[in-house]
């Protein structure tokens, strides 16, 4: 049962250009989730999803974009990379928003030089 | 304009005392609390959750207490252990909405 995946585990961008984080899920979760946590910070939502199709914003959501085409896949966009989306990027998921915990990826670490 | 990042907290705890670690919630319509344990270079991990009509439950070395009276939650851990070291959240969520995550507080154990 692989959970939350996540891919790429790593990534180092040049400033300007663009990429896809993707985050599967096999455990027919509606509710999923992505997070941004920089060194010595907690975590910040950037765009979550209510279920397939939708999407909505978090709390830091300038400079990305998600889309929910498929139920067990939640993508992550940066467009046009920037120096302060060097972070590391959590994709998580829950079977709804009422009552029940989030399972979280492994994380992507990106770095935009 | 820029925003300031928060810095985490930080307990320090011997091995083998009890360690608390305290979270304030915001949404008083929250019905549901979870505390996560991330350890480094790794994802949150589960480790407990309580309820709204709940005031405490017990996990294995873990306790949780929930006052929402103060929209309070605390974290217990007993006979801390060098493998508790780690940065512990708390989540809170409230029916058909998204979980919110705290800051996070970094538990040191010194051996």
């Known amino acids: 049962n692989a959970g939350v995946t996540q891919t790429p585990k790593f990534r180092v961008l040049k400033t300007g250009q663009s990429m896809t984080l993707l985050c599967a899920q096999d455990?027919?979760?509606?509710?999923m989730y992505w997070y941004r946590q920089d060194p010595g910070m907690g975590l910040r939502l950037i765009h979550y999803s209510v279920g397939e199709g939708t999407t909505a914003k978090g709390e830091v959501p300038d400079g990305y974009n998600v889309s929910r085409l498929k139920k067990q896949n939640f993508l992550l966009g940066l467009e046009s990379a920037a120096p302060s989306q060097t972070s590391v990027y959590f994709c998580?998921?829950?079977?709804?928003?009422?009552?029940?915990?989030?399972?979280f990826g492994q994380g992507t670490r990106l770095t935009v030089v | 304009g820029e925003s300031v990042g928060l810095h985490l907290p930080t307990l320090s705890v011997q091995e083998g005392d009890n360690s608390i670690i305290n979270c304030a919630y915001s949404n008083s319509a929250s019905d549901y609390f979870i505390w996560y344990k991330q350890e480094s270079g790794k994802g949150p991990q589960f480790i407990i959750d309580i309820r709204s009509n709940m005031d405490k439950r017990q996990g294995q070395r873990v306790t949780v207490l929930l006052n929402k009276t103060v929209k309070h939650l605390s974290l217990q851990i007993a006979a801390t252990q060098p493998g508790d070291s780690a940065v512990y959240f708390c989540a809170e969520g409230a029916h058909g909405n998204k979980l919110v995550f705290g800051a996070g507080t970094i538990l040191r154990v010194k051996s």
């Open positions: 455990m027919n979760h509606e509710y």
């Open positions: 998580a998921s829950s079977y709804s928003g009422t009552g029940d915990e989030a399972f």
